[in-house]
């Protein structure tokens, strides 16, 4: 909840009972396991997070939401902004 919002309270509780089963295994892989860890604090985790989803493509709704996710952590302007732009060597020009 300190990334996503309140809304994440009862996320793996939520969606058709059909695919429910993927937003419980979205709530224990990603926030069960990745972030309990230690190392890189939770602002960095969500940098990292949004650097990979734009490099891979095709999925543009979760780097939104890693962004809204880090500017709640705590990031600055001037930080997210340089996310993708240090990340351009390695994505490419259309990526970022």
């Not at 509780?13 to 230690?38: Q, V």
């Not at 940098?47 to 939401?65: D, N, V, Y």
């Amino acid at each position: 909840m300190d990334i996503f919002g309140e809304g994440m309270a009862d996320f793996w509780r939520s969606g058709p009972e059909e695919s429910r089963h993927i937003d419980r295994w979205l709530a224990a892989n990603c926030f069960g396991d990745y972030c309990t860890r230690t190392g890189p604090d939770l602002r960095q985790r969500e940098l990292i997070a949004f650097r990979f989803l734009a490099a891979q493509g095709g999925c543009e709704p979760q780097p939104k939401s890693h962004i809204a996710a880090t500017l709640r952590l705590g990031t600055g302007q001037r930080a997210l902004t340089a996310a993708p732009s240090t990340t351009l060597p390695y994505i490419g020009y259309p990526a970022a």
